[in-house]
């Protein structure tokens, strides 16, 4: 699985911003989804992820109520919502796969067996 993250840019406090991510493969409809992000000086963290068929998604508390993950697998894209965003969301935005069976897993970056390159989001106070 290839994948390809977009939709990144500058946004004011309180605006919302949708990350796309695209993946090549066929296996991209069997596999867990994950956004990750890091900031400059700090680990890459959690943000959501969504089962592969799109019935279960779990967020990190930072992040819960201000963003919804969704996926469209006939277009063979994730997606993350945002909003009500912060400048302490300012990263570089990753979106991950891999084949996780526990939603107790899916916040382990380590699981995840691929990764895009990211796109960075600028929120400006």
């Known amino acids: 699985v290839q994948l390809q993250a977009s939709g990144g840019g500058l946004v004011q406090a309180g605006g919302s911003l949708r990350l796309s991510c695209g993946a090549s493969?066929?296996?991209?409809?069997?596999?867990?989804m994950g956004w990750f992000r890091q900031a400059p000086g700090k680990e890459r963290e959690f943000v959501a992820a969504?089962?592969?068929?799109?019935?279960?998604?779990y967020y990190a508390d930072s992040m819960k109520g201000r963003c919804t993950v969704s996926r469209d697998n006939a277009k063979n894209t994730v997606y993350l919502q945002m909003s009500s965003l912060k400048p302490e969301d300012t990263a570089v935005y990753y979106c991950?796969?891999?084949?996780?069976?526990?939603?107790?897993?899916?916040?382990?970056?380590?699981?995840?067996?691929?990764w895009g390159q990211g796109t960075l989001v600028t929120v400006s106070s």
């Open positions: 969504i089962s592969w068929n799109g019935g279960t998604t």
């Open positions: 493969g066929r296996a991209f409809s069997s596999t867990t």
């Open positions: 991950a796969a891999g084949k996780i069976q526990y939603t107790v897993n899916w916040s382990d970056r380590r699981r995840y067996d691929y």
